[in-house]
């Protein structure tokens, strides 16, 4: 998650019905042949929280997304004037653009800082974690879509749940790991208040990926490695795209797509700053 502060070279399915489970299987008709390939993660603490199948929401339809309280006029001017500052900092995509201005970030943050959510401002959601810059955010899933119908996308470091939320208006299928657990917690509460059934939050290792779900659209890392972990790359489909901050004291956004033959096209973009990526799960 991006932690809002300025480089030093100028330059992050939840619903009422939600359960735990442990070592659940996807239904075999809904894996991909390419992920019997890849390895199951083997982290004993992984338990994946996942909705029941209800039909998922998509990007378009009316339904998506609901509030948990009555629209606050206040709040949905300072949305307004967001997505208005997004389109001046380069933010062109229309799906993303609408995601924004219909999710409200005020509830992903404490209420001391309500008043804030729509700054562009990390601001801090605890346990050493932040919830990211909005043009951080909207900037990183449209890198990561480029135009294109997401299907199902992974993304690493749900902390708040906000970033998870916005590309529930991008994609159909959203799978979001947080190591974290009162984080990953505090974010099934949110998000089943605001009814995403696309969503699927699951507490876990997020350096491993998802391999039973795999392969995805697109990733999206919202902590920074030295390096992007190879198990991320495995996961990626012919032509996906991976959004990620790498590096330690100097971090740049790194943006990598599988090409044909299992080779990756690598882009070095902006610097940033992120909060590190780290493996296990925090209980």
Not at 37 to 45: C, F, H, K
Not at 106 to 128: M, Q, T, W
Not at 246 to 269: D, M, N
Request: proline share 7%; hydrophobic share 40%; net charge positive.
């Amino acid at each position: 998650m991006h932690d809002g502060r300025k480089p030093r070279n100028g330059a992050t399915a939840a619903n009422s019905n939600t359960r735990l489970s442990t070592g659940l299987t996807p239904r075999t008709a809904q894996r991909p042949a390419a992920s019997a390939m890849l390895p199951r993660p083997t982290n004993s603490n992984t338990r994946m929280n996942l909705g029941p199948g209800r039909p998922l929401v998509g990007p378009n339809d009316k339904a998506w997304p609901v509030a948990s309280r009555a629209p606050d006029i206040a709040d949905s001017r300072r949305r307004e004037q967001m997505v208005q500052r997004l389109l001046e900092d380069g933010i062109t995509d229309r799906l993303v653009l609408e995601a924004m201005r219909r999710m409200p970030r005020h509830a992903f943050v404490d209420e001391a800082l309500a008043s804030r959510a729509y700054d562009n401002a990390a601001l801090p959601i605890g346990h050493g974690q932040t919830i990211s810059q909005p043009r951080i955010v909207a900037h990183m899933i449209q890198t990561a879509r480029q135009g294109r119908e997401l299907h199902r996308v992974l993304e690493v470091g749900t902390g708040c749940g906000y970033q998870a939320a916005v590309l529930a208006g991008v994609a159909r299928e959203v799978f979001s790991v947080e190591r974290v657990r009162p984080l990953h917690e505090q974010a099934v509460q949110r998000l089943r208040a605001l009814r995403l059934p696309q969503v699927r939050l699951i507490l876990g290792d997020g350096t491993l990926g998802l391999p039973a779900f795999a392969p995805f659209d697109a990733i999206v890392v919202a902590a920074a490695g030295l390096a992007v972990p190879r198990a991320l790359l495995e996961q990626l489909a012919v032509g996906g795209r991976l959004v990620a901050p790498e590096g330690g004291a100097e971090q740049r956004l790194v943006v990598i797509e599988r090409q044909p033959g299992g080779h990756f096209k690598r882009t070095e973009g902006e610097a940033v700053r992120f909060v590190p990526l780290q493996t296990g799960v925090q209980l």
